[in-house]
């Protein structure tokens, strides 16, 4: 039987809303085994340390985790909301225990558990890394994963978003009068991408999406970037982009260009939980940027952390689409396998935690630079929720607050590279 217990001490404000999930990364394989080593493949033979009905820290999602997210969202869940889903649903398993027809499988296995759980709303998904076979290598043309995902997402998209989807893996479609979700196909500029790695502009994606911005900006509409590979940082190794550098400059360029229009950017991919301030050359903050944490709870081995299973929604302004607030929900996975039930609760909610009076780009900027400040009690929360309050005692000093501090506030090569040197810190 399923136990569902919502412990917050406020109520939702009456506010247009949206949820993220991201990060599903369904595996089949894991069931409650004798031998540690064979609770599930995306271990890779690791014994799982901890294995309880909802997981283990070194392995993908069980089903029954991704389905407690969904029965929990979708108690919460006003009629007029649509989800942002932001990719990968396959495992972390070698190449050789999947192909295209099982990556396939798996993404029309997620996209019908969504359905179910939220019949009347309107999804809006981004490709992931390993949404395709082998993972990494996606194509800059048309193949069969883009076009089983375009015959999947039907109920959610239109007719021309499902034709450059089923071509390039991208997509934009008005979600509401005023409001454009543009769905950006970032593995085309993911490093291991062998498949377009020399090539400038792959699947003439930079192009559609200037024109794309350019049409937004003339029909007056403000956009949501979705994406699975965020521009950018990495928050933990230093000097490394998340996409390829060149790519990354060519993307940076283009959001500052059409920091007007764009309202929002949203992205998965990392499993961790941070957040990224576009400032234009000048300095001045254009653009709030959010990366939200992972459904999946996996780690490497030799991994010090992981992240708690989580979900997110977004409180948002109606007139001007600019974001007000995040109410973040996570599962601690420990206890839920102790009790045998699950217990998603409230971790925290943006504004209150860190005194902010909106996720506007100038309130983003100042908690970044706050950051910076020597002793700050302000970064260590800030890095618990990196972690989806995985284990409060783990710190992040020295070279790691570097790591994390730079890619919050810098997201091009100049700018980040004078923060890198970290003469800031004290």
């Known amino acids: 039987v399923e136990l569902n ?43 799982a340390t901890n294995p309880g009905l909802y997981g283990d820290f070194l392995c993908d999602s069980p089903y029954r985790l991704i389905e407690s997210a969904f029965t929990n969202m979708a108690s919460l869940t006003q009629p007029e909301d649509f989800i942002i889903w932001t990719g990968d649903s396959p495992p972390h398993v070698p190449p050789d225990e999947l192909s295209t027809d099982i990556v396939i499988q798996v ?29 990494d290598q996606m194509p800059d043309s048309t193949n069969a994963i883009y076009k089983a995902a375009a015959q999947f997402w039907k109920p959610w998209l239109q007719a021309d978003a499902l034709l450059t989807l089923s071509q390039g893996g991208f997509y934009s479609q008005l ?11 970032t593995i085309l500029y993911y490093g291991p991408d062998k498949v377009t790695r020399n090539m400038t502009d792959p699947a003439g994606q930079f192009e559609w999406l ?35 550098k060149s790519h990354n400059e060519r993307l940076v360029t283009i959001f500052r260009k059409y920091s007007h229009v764009i309202a929002g950017h949203f992205y998965g991919h990392t499993h961790r939980d941070s957040i990224m301030v576009l400032q234009d050359k000048q300095g001045k903050p254009v653009n709030s940027l959010f990366v939200s944490p992972a459904v999946t709870p996996i780690k490497d081995a030799e991994q010090s952390y992981s992240n708690n299973p989580s979900f997110r929604m977004y409180l948002y302004n ?3 689409y600019t974001m007000l607030d995040i109410w973040q929900y996570y599962l601690n996975l420990t206890e839920a396998n102790e009790k045998q039930r699950s217990d998603w609760r409230l971790e925290y909610v943006m504004t209150e935690a860190f005194g902010l009076i909106d996720l506007q ?27 989806v309050s995985y284990n409060n005692s783990i710190t992040c000093d020295g070279g790691c607050k570097v790591s994390q501090v730079c890619s919050v506030l810098y997201l091009d090569q100049l700018s980040y590279s004078k923060c890198a040197k970290g003469a800031w810190e004290h």
């Open 175 to 185: 979600a509401k009068p005023g409001l454009r979700v543009v769905s950006v196909n």
């Open 107 to 135: 993404i029309s296995n997620m996209t019908q558990t969504i359905r179910q759980h939220f019949p009347n709303m309107t999804v809006y998904p981004a490709v992931g890394n390993h949404d395709y076979w082998p993972q």
């Open 210 to 244: 200037e024109k794309t911005l350019e049409r937004a900006a003339q029909n007056l509409e403000k956009v949501y970037i979705i994406a699975h590979v965020p521009v950018g940082y990495l928050p933990f190794v230093r000097n490394t982009t998340a996409i390829r």
């Open 318 to 320: 109606n007139k001007d």
């Open 361 to 387: 780009p100038q309130s983003l900027l100042q908690l970044g630079l706050s950051f910076m400040l020597p002793q700050t009690k302000t970064f260590h929360k800030y890095f618990n929720h990196f972690m």
């Open 5 to 47: 217990c919502f412990c917050w001490t406020t109520s939702i404000p009456n506010l247009p809303e949206f949820w993220h999930i991201t990060d599903l990364h369904l595996d089949p394989s894991y069931h409650l085994a004798p031998d540690p080593t064979k609770v599930c493949y995306s271990s890779k033979g690791v014994p």
